[in-house]
């Protein structure tokens, strides 16, 4: 009789659990499927806004908004400002600089090409890369010294050499397709397997041009001069450039329209 009643008062304590998990695990089912309902439209709504923002704001990049930091040299200018004099258009539509270790003396109608800068002092800075060319700490700081220009209403800072050609208009197209407030570091490798495997295959080529949101390229300038002493050990610009902005942890948004091509 004993053993009889234990084993009902048992059994009855396992019913009890069972339907009390049953009902623990519907309860559960229910919330899971309710709360991703609710998950999966506000992802759509965000989404929607999000294709929204970049679209209206996609319609509204032209080449007003885009500043030009070109790099160049006294003794290179010479005979490569012939290559800027074929992309650049002096119409007030058009902003950036040349900068220059310093100014040549007999310069030409400087109606056809942009405006001369003088690079600042780098002497302070160490370049420790055997073979290697101590200009290229100059060339890096041309960033730093394009956003220091401060020009109004700027979108898009866009980095290149003397000898790079650009077609603005295609340019201005490309940017188009991204938000500018974010955080953006566009360009391309070389197309020489070579040099990427010697520099890296998430650089831009600066032969290529490259560019940099705005709203990244104020960052980056405030901390540019502190990265620069980080990297004394590298070979050139561009690859001081790409550590700072790795640094930011920002990596390279490839655009095949950027060409780095590298005589071998």
Request: glycine share 6%.
């Given at each position: 009789?004993?053993?009889?009643?234990?084993?009902?008062?048992?059994?009855?304590?396992?019913?009890?659990?069972?339907?009390?998990?049953?009902?623990?695990?519907?309860?559960?089912?229910?919330?899971?499927?309710?709360?991703?309902?609710?998950?999966?439209?506000?992802?759509?709504?965000?989404?929607?806004?999000?294709?929204?923002?970049?679209?209206?704001?996609?319609?509204?990049?032209?080449?007003?908004?885009?500043?030009?930091?070109?790099?160049?040299?006294?003794?290179?200018?010479?005979?490569?400002?012939?290559?800027?004099?074929?992309?650049?258009?002096?119409?007030?539509?058009?902003?950036?600089?040349?900068?220059?270790?310093?100014?040549?003396?007999?310069?030409?109608?400087?109606?056809?090409?942009?405006?001369?800068?003088?690079?600042?002092?780098?002497?302070?800075?160490?370049?420790?890369?055997?073979?290697?060319?101590?200009?290229?700490?100059?060339?890096?700081?041309?960033?730093?010294?394009?956003?220091?220009?401060?020009?109004?209403?700027?979108?898009?800072?866009?980095?290149?050499?003397?000898?790079?050609?650009?077609?603005?208009?295609?340019?201005?197209?490309?940017?188009?397709?991204?938000?500018?407030?974010?955080?953006?570091?566009?360009?391309?490798?070389?197309?020489?397997?070579?040099?990427?495997?010697?520099?890296?295959?998430?650089?831009?080529?600066?032969?290529?041009?490259?560019?940099?949101?705005?709203?990244?390229?104020?960052?980056?300038?405030?901390?540019?001069?502190?990265?620069?002493?980080?990297?004394?050990?590298?070979?050139?610009?561009?690859?001081?450039?790409?550590?700072?902005?790795?640094?930011?942890?920002?990596?390279?948004?490839?655009?095949?329209?950027?060409?780095?091509?590298t005589n071998s």
């Amino acid at each position: 009789m004993q053993l009889f009643q234990k084993h009902t008062k048992a059994q009855s304590l396992i019913n009890f659990i069972l339907v009390t998990s049953s009902f623990c695990g519907f309860y559960v089912l229910v919330s899971v499927l309710i709360l991703g309902t609710s998950n999966s439209k506000l992802l759509v709504h965000l989404q929607h806004s999000s294709s929204h923002d970049v679209f209206t704001k996609k319609t509204n990049t032209t080449l007003d908004h885009v500043v030009f930091g070109i790099a160049s040299s006294k003794s290179s200018w010479t005979k490569r400002k012939e290559y800027v004099k074929l992309w650049w258009k002096n119409n007030n539509a058009m902003k950036g600089c040349v900068f220059l270790d310093s100014l040549p003396q007999n310069e030409d109608d400087p109606s056809s090409l942009p405006p001369l800068c003088v690079s600042e002092d780098t002497s302070r800075f160490r370049y420790t890369c055997k073979g290697g060319l101590r200009s290229a700490i100059r060339v890096a700081r041309v960033v730093a010294e394009t956003v220091a220009l401060n020009h109004s209403d700027v979108k898009w800072y866009v980095f290149g050499d003397d000898d790079t050609v650009f077609f603005p208009e295609n340019l201005v197209k490309t940017l188009s397709k991204y938000d500018h407030e974010l955080w953006y570091y566009i360009g391309a490798h070389s197309e020489i397997y070579e040099q990427n495997r010697l520099f890296g295959f998430g650089m831009a080529f600066g032969g290529a041009g490259f560019a940099i949101s705005s709203s990244l390229a104020k960052v980056l300038a405030k901390v540019f001069d502190s990265c620069l002493e980080r990297y004394p050990h590298l070979y050139g610009s561009d690859g001081r450039v790409y550590s700072c902005l790795a640094e930011l942890g920002v990596g390279l948004t490839h655009e095949p329209g950027f060409h780095q091509v590298t005589n071998s």
